[in-house]
């Protein structure tokens, strides 16, 4: 059963690759949907996939890339948009 979750990271979550890392993890993982860096510093990111993949996913978000420095990551469960892959959204 694929799960849709909207994702916000807080912490120092731009400028170290935190959105091309999400891509190549979920790539991976098989989820789909998208990253998109949001203007207050967080990162805002759309995901699809079943429990596992999400799961093995919020574990990576929590992490993120090396120079990441993650404080905190929110979870909402929301409706299916059916991604057909993973975008990194530039502005």
Known sequence: MTTH???TIK????GVF???STKAV??????????K???DGDVFIEAEGDKMSLGMF?????????NAEVTSV?????????????????R
């Open 11 to 14: 912490g120092r979550v731009q």
């Open 5 to 7: 979750l909207k994702i």
């Open 26 to 35: 979920a790539d991976q993982l098989g989820v789909k949907g998208i990253v």
């Open 37 to 39: 860096n949001l203007p």
């Open 58 to 66: 919020l574990d990576w978000c929590r992490e993120g890339p090396e």
């Open 74 to 90: 929110e979870t909402n469960e929301g409706e299916l948009k059916n991604y057909r892959n993973f975008e990194v959204i530039k």
């Open 18 to 20: 935190y959105r091309a």
